[in-house]
């Protein structure tokens, strides 16, 4: 426009170029307009020209003439001059300038020559056609204005009506009431019409009004009155008013508009004759009162569900009143007569969709289809739209299809030809028609139908265009399943049928997407339609009175009203039942069997509600206490392993939530996997396995299923396979076991900070369980491409995955064994030879070819140091091989047969059974017989190949320049220890493999070493076990005792299995010879001193254990001792330490730790029915190690003295100390301890130190006697404040005197010893400084155990108690630390040693109290030399000196001893065998030992008293003075010891006095 502006040099040089310049625009404007520009362009260029005239910048004539040249460009050139004159009008008279105003004048007076005064008259002002004197006055002008338009507008002309002359009327309905077959057409009738309203001068709305009343009657002829109403009719609106007053005649009460009335409406909007906004205002109810109808029954509606829902127990009386309510307002609820939605459905019928459309648009979402009639209407025109579509792509093969008429308009919406077209009308529709296609089943099949067609064509489909289209396509499929399929089978009354086909779209869809459409369709959709609040809350009544019935009884009638009720709103029941089965897991059984009835659908909507259910995040996982997991979760975890095994349910959704929670580090739907597992495919995993059932486990397939589980679950070939296709198909197999493996230790370091210990065990053993279990499916179940193809390799899984080495060979093992088997079947198809020694030699070079990489993959996964010990090949052969590989179950193969050959008889006995299901059953059996003998017969074979490979590859295992402690310790660290706690069968195959390795005879591998490494310190690996762990654990301990014990019982075994292996060779070192050193077989007697030794270290860690008051270290200890109940305890003394220990804890624990409480008294029980198979101390071994040559013969040193061979010292070939004799010193002796002539075997270290010699002994000893009298005078010095300190003084002096009167004895003695004699003290001397050197309290254990038992014992300092003789862990240790060593086992000595029980009947010929206050005796002074040699290594010199005299005392005291011992042994030999027969065994000393019981002060005093009063001699009663003062002493320091207890003294003497009279 700004182009159009009249520059200024224009208007300057008007006259000269701006006048051409102009007419030259506007011509060319002109011609512009004439090629379809713009009339305002023309106009605006007149307009600028004017108005520089009304400012006065041109002359009016010259403009006047411009103007009078331009009329002549157009016709309407005029016209649009004098608009422009009118908006100048408009202006002008607002200025306030008048000259401008009076310019405007002039040029229009000027106009009027060429300008018609009509056009001014008719768009000018009145005021400014008066100045121009074009009209006299304005006032009059506009008084006739009004009176033309009121007689035009107003003024109504007389018309001949109806009731005045009805002639007219009566032709003009024949005319229209003819037959319209012919020629006759709506212009001939026309013309009719017109000259009866000439002739008869009808009113011409009322012709109009009898023309649609006329088409009411006859709405079939809709071509012919359409066309005569578009051709008679002037204006849409005049046509409206007459359809709207004929609506407003049928809205008075109880009217019903007729249907022909809503056609014709329908009709004439169909043809655009009528606006529907114009119609729609004349109907009736209003848009509001819709809007609050809508409101009003959907919050009836949920009252209603309300009201269902709420469990109320109603009287007779109160029901019939809601009945009689419900009635009438039924009969209220009646509506009115709604023409807006007759008008919709008529538009539907004769296919008008947009303006239907538009009606919709104006009401609540699903209101107008709720009527049926509308929405029947609403899939007729659907059926017209996807007939051609259906017939082509989705009409099933051999199916005709009911013929669709289509409608004659033109104007329908256009059916659909392909996928594509849906998108134009038939989506919308769907969409409008919501769950009301519930009303017409077989256009929801057709519509499923059509999206089976496009799955399967989206499946296809290529090329990013059209995979973009079928994308956009896919997402209207699945809204249109959202909003409309699934929201319609909901109103579908148990349409079976409906939901098959539903299920055949949707198993096309992946599972994410169909769980995304059954949440919407519970969680949402059931809230958007009164109808569906409704369905929901009548459902879920419905599903109440089913589930309260439900019982085993009648599964069968309530499996079928459940399928009815589920093949509609699965949702909602399945939620109902999945709330009931949480709190009532009794359910469970009867629930599944009554899910038979349910459609392939439900099966999967049951699938995602038990996934919703398990991650609802409202519900917490752990119990309220915090150590357990929720019932409700294990209840939903049952359900899904017995629902999954017995329906075809996916199992997609299932293992990728539990793969999910694994990756967010949450285990506890572990449980869920475990059980879907186990029941589908039959693995159970279970610690209570009986022996004959882990025997079973150790053999084939076949073997395990028949032998193996608790439960014969049988038929799992098919569930089983579902599970592995689901694990493959969706790449589930590997994350999870990675997942696994690894959430095991995120269990315990990422879960468990929070979490109670007890609750975290309980997931790292369901953690492991379910790696066991699930790693054994893949293993059985995976053919060998395909697990070979998703594992690993180890190195890999270690190093990149980060998984435990235990959990990788787990994993890797079935791996390995398949491509041996492969490359061995490959080898023997490339040569044919069928000899045995040919078939080994394959398997030898096939397990070469497959475990070679392996070997050196390992070598990563340790660093070097560990190679120095153990080979490689070593290594990976132990975690390899299973117990399949190892032995062979002949018994239970022959036992399983045997039960099928009695079920065999007894199916032929029973006559009951048809003669055609014994056949079955008897077939069934038979061939159940035969795969297990010819399975049988395969794993001998493989187990001779594999048993001569291992005798092929035994001397490459071990190093032969490392020490065989250093091997042992690698070996059990990360060998044996790892996986015997691995699960049952693992622990099994860890103690047969040990066994294996020594029968094998392999080089440098010690087995006495490694089983006395097993059993010397079971503390620590007892307390850091799981429960889980614990039963593995202890049935490892079991094998290994039963190999023990089987060596033990009989010396023809031990000397053939045993007898010359290396693994029993020792180093014998004759005491009578300096340091010459052999080679030499552990002959039988030091081997049953071992198995002893190991037995009461056995005990010694299990009291320790049992007095923590630790619950895992409780727990645990328990659990072992159950499961190596069999073989140990043997010994009765150690036997009864244990249940005086359990007795213990059964009473402390029964109120506050219940489980605790049961375990202990299980094996309490257990425990006394053992006791009849223990025996003895010296049956279970002999205490005088057998006469070797080397050993010079005993003397006899006095009276009563027995004799006995000395000692020779027993040494492992690579220097580590084994104890043959360990026990006997530890032991109650029940023989008089000559120490001139016995001395017990003992292991010395390494290094090979010898003995000190025996004046260090000596010196040690003044030392000590010293530093006893300095502790006395302190004591003396101290003022005792009560009775008890005051006794203890007392005692204390009373000791400190015969002390001395014993070593007084000793040396007169000593002086008459002969000179041989005194030589061999000397030879025994260095033999007992040997055992002090090599230690007489504790084993030796690794530092950190030494540290953690000195806290655990700190509280017993005091304590002066020793045990003699105990028992070293082979642990190389240095001389450096000997003193600190010493120093530490004395402290360590303060803990109670079970094998000083003084309850053990003996065979001896000693008094029971004298021999144990002499054994007690001895053993003080045993301790004693390692404190003596410390002092001695200070001041040698002393020590030489005083070495004599100690000496002679020595011997004096040992002979008076033994005089003293045979005197009481006459005279007590009736009280003796009394004890030996068990009728006096409360009369013993009382003893710190764990096996001892407590015994009162007063019982002590009462004993001793006794005891006196029987003595006669002056010797006897010197010895009798002498013991009881020692036994006092004893009693002395566990007063003492009590007293400075923290947890009190008088609780504990109490509990000791109650225990006695327990007993």
């Known amino acids: 426009m700004a182009t159009l502006i009249l520059p200024g040099e224009w208007v300057k040089n008007w006259e000269k170029t701006g006048k051409h310049e102009f007419v030259q625009l506007c011509k060319g404007l002109t011609e512009k307009i004439d090629h379809g520009c713009r009339i305002k362009d023309i106009q605006t260029a007149l307009y600028e020209l004017c108005w520089q005239v009304v400012q006065g910048n041109l002359k009016l004539d010259l403009i006047v003439n411009v103007l009078g040249e331009m009329m002549d460009l157009r016709d309407d050139m005029p016209s649009i001059l004098v608009d422009v004159f009118s908006i100048l009008d408009v202006e002008t008279v607002a200025l306030e300038e008048k000259h401008k105003r009076d310019h405007y004048i002039q040029l229009v007076g000027a106009c009027l020559v060429f300008v018609p005064e009509v056009i001014l008259k008719e768009r000018l002002d009145p005021e400014t056609l008066e100045s121009l004197g074009l009209i006299k006055q304005a006032f009059q002008f506009n008084q006739k204005i009004v009176k033309i338009k009121t007689k035009l507008f107003y003024k109504q002309q007389k018309f001949n009506l109806l009731r005045e002359e009805n002639e007219g009327y009566a032709k003009l309905i024949t005319e229209l009431g003819q037959d319209l077959s012919g020629s006759i057409t709506s212009h001939i009738v026309l013309e009719s019409i017109k000259s009866l309203i000439g002739c008869f001068n009808l009113d011409p709305n009322r012709v109009l009004d009898i023309i649609l009343e006329v088409y009411e009657s006859r709405s079939d002829q809709d071509e012919f009155f359409l066309s005569l109403i578009k051709s008679y009719m002037c204006e849409p609106l005049t046509l409206c008013h007459i359809l709207g007053f004929k609506f407003k005649f049928y809205q008075e009460p109880n009217e019903e508009t007729p249907k022909s009335l809503y056609h014709i409406a329908a009709a004439l909007l169909h043809h655009n004759l009528i606006d529907l906004e114009d119609l729609y205002v004349h109907l009736l109810p209003l848009d509001a009162t819709i809007v609050e109808e809508h409101k009003r029954v959907l919050s009836e509606a949920k009252q209603i569900a309300r009201r269902l829902v709420m469990v109320v127990v109603p009287s007779e009386k109160s029901e019939d009143k809601e009945k009689e309510k419900d009635k009438e307002e039924e009969k209220a609820e009646q509506p009115p007569d709604n023409q807006k939605l007759g008008l919709l459905e008529a538009l539907l019928r004769i296919g008008d969709w947009q303006h239907a459309q538009c009606v919709m648009d104006q009401l609540p979402s699903f209101y107008a289809t709720s009527h049926k009639s509308i929405a029947l209407a609403l899939c007729q025109l659907l059926h017209l739209t996807v007939d051609p579509l259906y017939r082509g792509s989705g009409l099933p093969k051999g199916a005709r299809g009911r013929v669709i008429h289509p409608l004659k308009s033109k104007r329908v919406p256009q059916p659909a030809e392909s996928f594509e077209d849906l998108r134009r009308d038939t989506f919308s529709m769907l969409g409008y028609l919501g769950p009301h296609l519930a009303h017409d089943p077989i256009l929801f099949a057709k519509i499923v139908r059509l999206g089976k067609a496009f799955m399967k064509e989206y499946q296809c489909s290529e090329g990013s265009d059209v995979k973009d289209k079928m994308e956009t396509l896919l997402s209207c ?169 017995k329906y075809p349910i996916e199992l997609a959704g299932l293992l990728q939530y539990v793969t999910n929670q694994l990756k967010a580090g949450k285990s506890f739907d572990l449980l869920i996997l475990k059980e879907v597992v186990q029941k589908m495919a039959g693995i159970e995993i279970t610690d209570e396995m009986t022996s004959e059932q882990l025997e079973a486990m150790t053999g084939g397939e076949q073997l395990k299923a028949e032998g193996g589980y608790f439960g014969q679950i049988r038929n799992t070939k098919k569930s089983s396979q579902r599970l592995k296709d689901a694990l493959l198909d969706h790449e589930f197999a590997l994350p999870l076991c990675v997942l696994i493996s690894q959430q095991r230790n995120g269990v315990v370091f990422l879960e468990g900070g929070e979490k109670h210990l007890k609750l975290v065990g309980h997931l790292y053993d369901q953690c492991h369980d379910t790696l066991v279990q699930f790693g054994g499916f893949l293993a059985s179940n995976l053919s060998t491409e395909d697990y070979i193809k998703r594992v690993p390799s180890i190195d890999i899984l270690c190093n990149q995955f980060h998984i435990p080495h235990d959990a990788a060979f787990f994993l890797s093992r079935p791996m390995y064994a398949h491509q041996i088997l492969s490359k ?89 059974i048809p003669m055609n299901k014994k056949k079955k059953e ?93 059993f010397s310190a079971i503390i620590y690996t007892v307390a850091s076990c799981t429960e889980n762990e614990s039963h593995h654990y202890g049935r490892f301990l079991c094998c290994m005792l039963e190999t023990v014990t089987r060596w033990h019982s009989d010396r023809a075994v031990y000397e053939k299995e045993c007898g010359n292996y290396p693994g029993f060779l020792t180093i014998l070192r004759a005491s009578g010879f300096d340091g010459g050193q052999q080679a030499n077989p552990l002959d039988y ?426 003595e006669k001699g002056d010797s006897v009663k010197l010895e009798r003075t002498s013991t009881g003062g020692k036994k006092e002493s004893r009693h002395d320091k566990s007063e003492k010891k009590e007293k400075r207890d923290s947890s009190g003294g008088k609780e504990e003497k109490k509990h000791h006095k109650s225990s006695d009279k327990h007993r």
């Open 477 to 645: 499929f699945l809204s249109i399943a959202d909003q409309v399929l699934l929201p319609s089978l909901s109103l579908m009354d148990c349409n079976a049928c409906m939901s098959e086909e539903m299920w055949g779209l949707f198993k096309l869809f992946p599972y994410h997407h169909r769980y995304r459409l059954y949440g919407q369709w519970k969680n949402e959709t059931y809230s958007s339609h009164p109808m569906l609040v409704k369905v929901k809350a009548q459902t879920v009544e419905r599903a109440r009175y089913i589930m309260k019935r439900l019982t085993k009884e009648n599964v069968k009638q309530s499996g079928r009203q459940v399928g009815k009720l589920s093949h509609s709103n699965p949702t909602i029941f399945f939620d109902y039942m999945l709330s009931q089965i949480q709190w009532y897991d009794n359910l469970i059984a009867p629930v599944v069997d009554s899910l038979k009835y349910l459609t392939s659908l439900n099966y999967d909507v049951l699938a995602y509600c038990i996934i919703e259910a398990l991650a609802n995040p409202e519900k917490e996982k752990m119990k309220h206490d915090d150590t357990t997991i929720s019932s409700w979760l294990q209840s939903l975890a049952i359900l899904c392993g017995a629902v999954f095994r």
């Open 824 to 912: 061995y079947d490959e080898l023997k198809k490339a040569e044919k030879g069928n000899r045995q020694q040919q078939k080994v030699q394959k398997y030898v070079a096939a397990c070469e070819h497959v475990m070679t990489p392996v070997h050196e993959a390992v070598v990563s996964l340790h660093p070097p140091r560990v190679w120095e010990d153990l080979r490689p090949q070593f290594y990976a052969t132990f975690w390899s091989l299973t117990m399949y590989d190892l032995a062979v179950p002949h018994a239970a193969y022959e036992r399983e047969i045997n039960k099928l050959q009695a079920q065999i008889k007894a199916i032929e006995d029973n006559p009951e």
């Open 922 to 1014: 008897k077939e069934r059996c038979t061939a159940l017989q035969e795969k297990l003998q010819e399975e049988e017969k395969k794993q001998l074979e493989h187990v001779q190949r594999v048993l001569h490979r291992l005798k092929l590859e035994k001397d490459k295992w071990l190093m032969t320049k490392s020490t065989k402690n250093e091997t042992i310790t690698k070996f059990l660290q990360l060998c044996l220890f790892p996986r015997c706690i691995f699960s049952s069968i693992d622990a099994v195959y860890c103690a047969r493999f040990v066994e294996l390795v020594h029968q094998q005879m392999t080089p440098n591998f010690c087995t006495l070493l490694c089983y006395d490494r097993v």
């Open 1085 to 1510: 007697e030091n081997f049953r001193h071992v198995v002893h030794k190991w037995h009461y270290m056995l005990t010694k860690a299990s009291v320790h254990c049992l007095e923590t008051g630790d619950y895992t270290h409780i727990r645990n200890i328990l659990i072992v001792l159950i499961k190596i109940l069999p073989c140990y305890p043997k010994v009765l003394n150690l036997g009864q330490a244990l249940e005086y220990r359990v007795h213990k804890i059964c009473t402390k624990e029964k109120d506050k730790r219940p489980d605790l409480y049961a375990l202990a008294m299980g094996y309490s029980g257990r425990l006394k029915s053992q006791k009849v198979n223990m025996v003895p101390e010296n049956e279970f071994h002999h205490k005088e190690p057998p006469v070797r040559n080397a050993t010079p013969a005993s003397q006899q040193n006095g009276p009563g003295s027995t004799g006995k061979p000395a000692t020779t010292t027993i040494k492992t070939e690579d220097g580590v100390s084994e104890d043959g004799d360990r026990g006997k010193d530890k032991s109650q002796t029940t023989k008089p301890v000559n120490k001139a002539n016995s001395a017990a075997a003992k292991v010395t270290t390494s290094n090979g130190n010898g003995a000190l010699n025996s004046a260090k002994a000596l010196k040690e000893r003044d030392d000590k006697e010293k530093s006893g009298k300095e502790k006395k005078e302190k004591k003396e010095k101290t003022p005792g404040n009560t009775p008890d300190t005051k006794a203890d003084a007392r005692r204390e002096k009373l000791r400190e005197e015969r002390a001395g009167k014993d070593e007084r004895a000793v040396r007169e003695g000593k002086e008459k010893t002969p000179k041989s004699d005194r030589e061999k003290v000397k030879a025994e001397e260095k033999n007992k400084e040997d055992k002090a050197k090599a230690g007489n309290g504790e084993p030796m254990e690794p530092c950190r155990e030494r540290d953690a038992i000195k806290e655990s014992k700190s509280k017993e300092k005091g304590d002066r108690t020793t045990v003699a003789g105990s028992l070293k862990l082979p642990v190389p240790r240095s001389e450096s630390a000997e003193s600190e060593r010493d120093h530490k086992r004395r402290k360590l000595d303060s803990h109670s040693s079970p094998s000083h029980s003084s309850s053990v009947k003996d065979n001896s010929n000693d008094p029971k109290e004298s021999t144990s206050k002499h054994h007690i005796n001895y053993n003080s002074v045993a301790r004693s030399k390692s404190r003596e040699r410390e002092l001695e290594k200070k001041d040698p010199e002393n020590a030489l000196g005083r070495c004599k005299e100690k000496k002679e005392e020595k011997e004096r005291k040992d002979r008076k001893r033994d005089h003293a011992v045979a005197e009481r042994e006459s005279s007590q030999e009736p009280k003796r065998r009394k004890d030996e027969n068990g009728t006096n065994s409360s009369k013993t000393s009382q003893s710190v030992s764990p096996c001892d019981s407590p015994v009162s002060v007063e019982k002590e005093k009462s004993k001793r008293s006794k005891s006196s009063s029987k």
